[in-house]
C-alpha cells in the first residue's frame, strides 16, 4: 500500500515537472573537471526556465563520441547536439545535411546570429567555404606553455617567447636539476599550430577549405623539419622529453615537479590548478623569430583547438528553438565567463572577453589570458584553420612516425616522406567517400 | 523394408529458430554487410559511397603499416601462445605433484582467470608506468630503460606479459583437469620401466596430454588474436603512434576511430579468411597427429 502510493507520488512529481518541456540531449567528451564544469552549466540552464530540459551525455574521448554520434545518426537516434573536435570537423562538415549550421539554426529559431559578436579568432574555424559558421565553437583553446615558476627562479631564467630563447634557457635548467621542456600533443601543438604561429600554409586548396578533390598535405617543409631535427638533438642532450603519444604521460612529470616548462591546452589550466601544490604560470607557444620575420612580432596567432558543437539535422522544429535557446544562453557573456575561468577554454564572444577584464580575472591570474591573447595575435593567410578528412588517421600516421624519429627507427627527412605520402592517400580516400 | 519416416511438422523448425535467428543476426548477416562495404569507399554518415572494387584490399595489403601490424600479430600470437602454454604446463605438473596444501595452490593459480581483459590492462599500465610503475622500477634496477609507450619494443614486452599472465590460468585449469585423467596405472607402468621423471614425462605424460594441448592450442592463438583486444587498447591508451597493435586493433583504428568503413571492412574481410584458413589447417594437418583416446 505504502509502496504503491509511493509510486504515485513519483508519477504524479515527474509528470508535473516534465509537463510542457522540451527534452534535448547533448552528447560530449568533457571528462574530469572539464565534464563538471559542463553538468554544472546545463543544471543552471534548466534551472533558469521551464520550456527546455537539457541533458548532457558524456560519450568518452572526441574520437569516441564523434563515431557514437555517427552510429547514432545512421540509426535515426542521434542527439540533438553534439561535440566534434577540431581534426573531426572536416567529417561532420562534409556530410551534407548531418547538421544545421548554427548560422541558421540561429537566424531560424533563436533571436539571430551576427558572426561579428564572436572574437576573431574563432570566427571560421568550423564555418563553410562561404563563411558561414557551420559549429559553435563552444570550448576553443590554444596551445600553451606552462612553466613552473619556482624552477625557472631556480635556474635564473625567464620563459621563452621564442625557440632562439629556449635554446639559451634550456641548459640553465637542465644545471638546476630540471628537464627544461615536455609537451602533450605532437600533431596539435608541433604540426598544425606549428604552422599557424609561423603563418605558414599547411595544405593545399586553401588548407582544404576549398574543396575535398586533390587537397594535399604540405607538411614536408623546411622550417617544421628544422623544427624537429632540433627536437631530437635537444632530447639527445636532455633538454627536452618524450614520453609517448598519451597525453598524461607527459603532463605527470610537470605535475610532479621533474618538468620545468610544459606545453599544453590553455584548458588544461583548471586541472592544473587542482592538482599541481607550486607557482605556475604561462606564456604563449615559443615561435622561431628567423622564420616568422619582422612582420609579427609575437608570432602568428594559432588556430583554435578544442571542439566545436553541432546542432544535429532531422529534428522537430520544436526541439531546434529549444536548441537555439541552449547555445544562446551558452554564448551569454556571463556563461562564457565561468566556463573561462573554471576550465582555461578561451572566452568565445567579445562581450565575455570584456567580462572577464573588467572583472578583474586576468590581474588576478594573469596567466589565464595567455591562451586568448595568443588566439588575438596578427591574422595571416594560413591562420585561420584547417579542413582535412580522415584527419584523425593522420593524426595517428603522424604520431606513429614522430615516435619513429625519437626512438630512432627513422630520420626526420624519411618520417615527413612517409607523413605526406600516407597522409595525401588518406586525403584522396576520403575525396572519394564525399563523391 | 518399410523406411521409417517422421511426419512433416513445423516444430522441430520452432525449436531451430532461436539459435538460427541468432547466428543469422549477429554473425552471417554483419558478415555478409562487411564483405559488401568492403567494395565501396562511403562517407561516414552514409550519405554516399562509391563502388572501388578491390581498392580497399589492395591499399591495405600495399600498406606498409599494415605490413608491420600483421608481421607483428604473428610474432604477437606465436609468442603469447608458447609461452601461455608453456608456463601453465609447467605449473600443471607441478601443481599436479603437491599432496599437502594443493587446493589453496590451485585457487590461487586460477584467480587470475576471473579478471577481465580490460582490467588485466589496467592493471598493466599501472605496472608498466613509466612514472610509477612498479615493473617499470624493477627493469631500470636491472639496468632495462624500460619506457612502455615510448619504443615499439617495450611496449611489445608488457602487452605479451600481460597477455600471458591473463591466459596462464584457463591452460592451467585444463592442464591440470588432462593430467589428473591420465590413469594411474600408465604412469606406474611408467614408473618401472623409466626412472628419469622427465622422460616419463616426455615419452608418457606428454602425448597423453596432447589432446588437450591441440584444443588450447586453438584456444590460445584465437585468444592471442582476438581476445587481447581489450590489452591492447588500454596499454596503448587510445593513442596507437609508433606502438605495436594487432590486426584486429587496426581493424577498430581505421573502422571505429577513424570512420573509415571501406578500409576496415576489407581489412575484417581478410582477417575472416585467415581465421577459416587457420582453422582448416589446424584440423587437418595437426589433428591427424593427435591421438584421442
Redesign the interface.
Given at each position: 500500500m505504502i509502496r504503491s502510493l509511493a509510486a504515485a507520488a513519483v508519477l504524479l512529481s515527474s509528470t508535473a515537472l516534465s509537463y510542457a518541456e522540451t527534452e534535448i540531449e547533448f552528447w560530449h567528451a568533457m571528462g574530469g573537471r572539464l565534464g563538471e564544469v559542463v553538468n554544472e552549466i546545463a543544471t543552471n540552464f534548466n534551472a533558469s526556465q521551464d520550456e527546455v530540459k537539457l541533458t548532457p551525455v558524456f560519450k568518452g574521448?572526441y574520437?569516441e563520441t564523434?563515431?557514437a554520434g555517427?552510429a547514432a545518426?545512421?540509426a535515426g537516434d542521434q542527439p540533438n547536439i553534439i561535440q566534434v573536435f577540431d581534426a573531426g570537423a572536416a567529417?561532420?562538415i562534409?556530410?551534407?545535411?548531418?547538421v544545421v549550421p548554427v548560422e541558421d539554426l540561429m537566424s531560424n529559431f533563436g533571436s539571430g546570429f551576427n558572426i561579428d559578436d564572436y572574437i576573431s579568432g574563432v570566427r571560421y574555424f568550423y564555418a563553410d567555404p562561404s563563411d558561414k559558421m557551420v559549429g559553435m565553437p563552444f570550448n576553443s583553446s590554444a596551445p600553451i606553455l606552462y612553466y613552473n615558476v619556482e624552477a625557472l627562479e631556480k635556474a635564473g631564467v625567464e620563459a621563452p617567447a621564442t625557440w632562439e630563447e629556449f635554446a639559451e634557457i634550456a641548459p640553465k635548467l637542465k644545471d638546476a636539476g630540471f628537464i627544461p621542456m615536455a609537451q602533450s600533443h605532437l600533431p596539435w601543438i608541433f604540426t598544425e599550430n606549428f604552422m599557424s604561429r609561423h603563418n605558414l600554409q599547411f595544405a593545399t586548396n586553401a588548407n582544404g577549405y576549398e574543396g575535398v578533390e586533390g587537397t594535399e598535405l604540405l607538411v614536408n617543409n623546411d622550417a617544421l623539419k628544422a623544427h624537429f631535427s632540433n627536437l631530437v638533438e635537444w632530447r639527445e642532450n636532455g633538454l627536452f622529453e618524450?614520453?609517448?603519444?598519451?597525453?598524461?604521460?607527459n603532463q605527470?612529470?610537470f605535475e610532479?615537479g621533474d618538468v620545468a616548462m610544459w606545453l599544453g591546452s590553455s584548458a588544461s589550466f583548471g586541472g592544473l590548478a587542482q592538482t599541481v601544490d607550486f607557482e605556475f604560470s604561462s606564456v604563449p607557444l615559443p615561435y622561431y623569430a628567423s622564420v616568422v620575420g619582422d612582420d609579427a612580432p609575437g608570432g602568428y596567432q594559432s588556430f583554435i583547438g578544442g571542439a566545436a558543437l553541432f546542432a544535429m539535422s532531422g529534428k522537430a522544429d520544436e526541439q531546434n528553438e529549444a536548441v537555439a535557446q541552449f547555445f544562446e544562453y551558452l554564448a551569454s557573456a556571463d556563461v562564457q565567463y565561468l566556463w573561462h575561468k573554471e576550465t582555461g577554454y578561451v572566452p568565445i564572444t567579445n562581450a565575455a572577453y570584456d567580462l572577464a577584464k573588467s572583472d578583474g580575472h586576468y590581474e588576478r591570474t594573469p596567466a589565464a589570458e595567455t591562451g586568448i591573447t595568443q588566439l588575438n595575435l596578427r591574422a595571416g593567410d594560413w591562420t585561420k584553420g584547417y579542413r582535412m578528412g580522415?584527419y584523425?588517421?593522420i593524426r595517428?600516421?603522424m604520431?606513429?612516425?614522430?615516435?619513429?624519429i625519437?626512438?630512432g627507427?627513422a630520420t626526420v627527412d624519411e618520417a615527413f616522406q612517409?607523413i605526406e605520402e600516407?597522409g595525401n592517400?588518406l586525403l584522396e580516400?576520403f575525396a572519394?567517400?564525399?563523391? | 523394408m518399410k523406411r521409417v519416416t517422421f511426419g512433416h511438422s513445423i516444430y522441430p523448425y520452432l525449436l531451430l529458430a532461436p539459435q538460427l535467428i541468432i547466428v543469422i543476426l549477429f554473425f552471417y548477416w554483419p558478415a555478409a554487410e562487411a564483405i559488401r562495404s568492403s567494395f565501396f569507399l562511403e562517407d561516414p554518415f552514409g550519405f554516399g559511397s562509391t563502388w572501388v572494387g578491390a581498392d580497399n584490399y589492395v591499399d591495405a595489403v600495399t600498406d606498409r603499416e599494415y605490413r608491420r601490424v600483421a608481421n607483428f600479430t604473428v610474432w604477437f600470437t606465436v609468442v603469447v601462445s608458447f609461452f601461455s602454454l608453456a608456463i601453465a604446463l609447467l605449473l600443471a605438473v607441478k601443481a599436479d605433484a603437491v599432496l599437502r596444501g594443493a587446493n589453496t595452490y590451485k585457487t590461487l593459480i586460477m584467480w587470475v582467470y576471473a579478471i577481465a581483459p580490460p582490467v588485466a590492462g589496467l592493471l598493466g599500465i599501472f605496472l608498466f608506468d613509466q612514472h610509477v610503475g612498479v615493473l617499470t622500477e624493477l627493469a631500470q634496477f636491472f639496468g632495462w630503460d624500460l619506457r612502455v609507450g615510448v619504443n615499439y619494443w617495450d611496449t611489445a614486452a608488457a602487452m605479451t606479459i600481460v597477455s600471458v599472465w591473463k591466459q596462464v590460468p584457463v591452460n592451467f585449469i585444463f592442464f591440470l583437469s588432462g593430467l589428473q585423467s591420465i590413469p594411474r596405472s600408465v604412469r606406474e607402468a611408467a614408473l618401472i620401466d623409466n626412472r628419469s621423471a622427465s622422460g616419463r614425462f616426455w615419452d608418457v605424460t606428454f602425448p597423453l596430454l596432447a589432446p588437450t594441448g591441440f584444443f588450447l592450442l586453438i584456444i590460445n592463438i584465437t585468444y592471442a588474436l582476438f581476445d587481447t583486444f581489450g590489452i591492447v587498447d588500454l596499454m596503448t591508451k587510445n593513442e596507437p603512434a609508433n606502438n605495436p597493435v594487432t590486426l584486429v586493433y587496426k581493424v577498430y583504428l581505421d573502422g571505429f576511430r577513424g570512420n573509415d568503413l571501406g578500409g576496415s571492412s576489407a581489412q575484417s574481410v581478410i582477417l575472416m579468411i585467415l581465421v577459416l584458413a587457420l582453422t582448416v589447417v589446424q584440423f587437418r594437418m595437426i589433428e591427424r597427429k593427435v591421438h584421442y583416446t
Open positions: 574521448s574520437e564523434l563515431t555517427i545518426f545512421r567529417t561532420i562534409n556530410a551534407p545535411g548531418a618524450w614520453y609517448g603519444a598519451a597525453w598524461g604521460d605527470k612529470p610532479n580522415f584523425v588517421q595517428d600516421v604520431n606513429r612516425e614522430y615516435g619513429k625519437f626512438s627507427e612517409v600516407e592517400q580516400r572519394k567517400t564525399a563523391s | -
